[in-house]
């Protein structure tokens, strides 16, 4: 409940992609209901290249996954950040976001791309 009045205060743009959602889906409830449609408007800032909104996004991001409980953190990994990753290179570039990232998502994200067997395209230092 409180991600979801911190989503609406900070990602006032937000609120439209929320109603879609809860409109087609009828979910209202949960953060995992409310980091798909969230997931769904960071790629269109990703694509618009609001850079000043991709770092709030991400910032946004690290926070939850720093001070949110267990079902926040597996929300914003699973549902967010594997959304994001999903979307590379067909639909946004990774390395468009990845310097917005913090320690925590970097860290997630390397974990998802071992367990994948892939490397995603800037994660990692050149010397990686």
């Given at each position: 409940?409180?991600?979801?009045?911190?989503?609406?205060?900070?990602?006032?743009?937000?609120?439209?992609y929320w109603e879609t959602f809860?409109?087609?889906?009828?979910i209202y409830e949960g953060?995992?209901?409310?980091m798909t449609p969230f997931s769904q408007y960071a790629v269109e800032v990703i694509k618009a290249n609001d850079t000043n909104e991709i770092?709030?996004?991400?910032?946004?991001?690290?926070?939850?996954?720093?001070?949110?409980d267990?079902?926040?953190r597996n929300a914003v990994t699973t549902i967010f950040l594997e959304n994001l990753?999903?979307?590379d290179p067909d639909e946004i570039q990774f390395t468009t976001f990845a310097k917005y990232l913090g320690e925590n998502?970097?860290?997630?994200?390397?974990?998802?791309?071992?367990?994948c067997g892939v490397k995603t395209k800037g994660l990692y230092d050149d010397g990686e």
């Amino acid at each position: 409940e409180k991600a979801f009045m911190l989503l609406k205060e900070k990602f006032p743009k937000f609120i439209p992609y929320w109603e879609t959602f809860t409109n087609y889906w009828e979910i209202y409830e949960g953060i995992t209901a409310l980091m798909t449609p969230f997931s769904q408007y960071a790629v269109e800032v990703i694509k618009a290249n609001d850079t000043n909104e991709i770092k709030k996004i991400f910032d946004f991001i690290e926070f939850l996954l720093s001070n949110g409980d267990d079902s926040v953190r597996n929300a914003v990994t699973t549902i967010f950040l594997e959304n994001l990753m999903s979307k590379d290179p067909d639909e946004i570039q990774f390395t468009t976001f990845a310097k917005y990232l913090g320690e925590n998502s970097i860290g997630y994200c390397r974990a998802w791309d071992k367990f994948c067997g892939v490397k995603t395209k800037g994660l990692y230092d050149d010397g990686e």
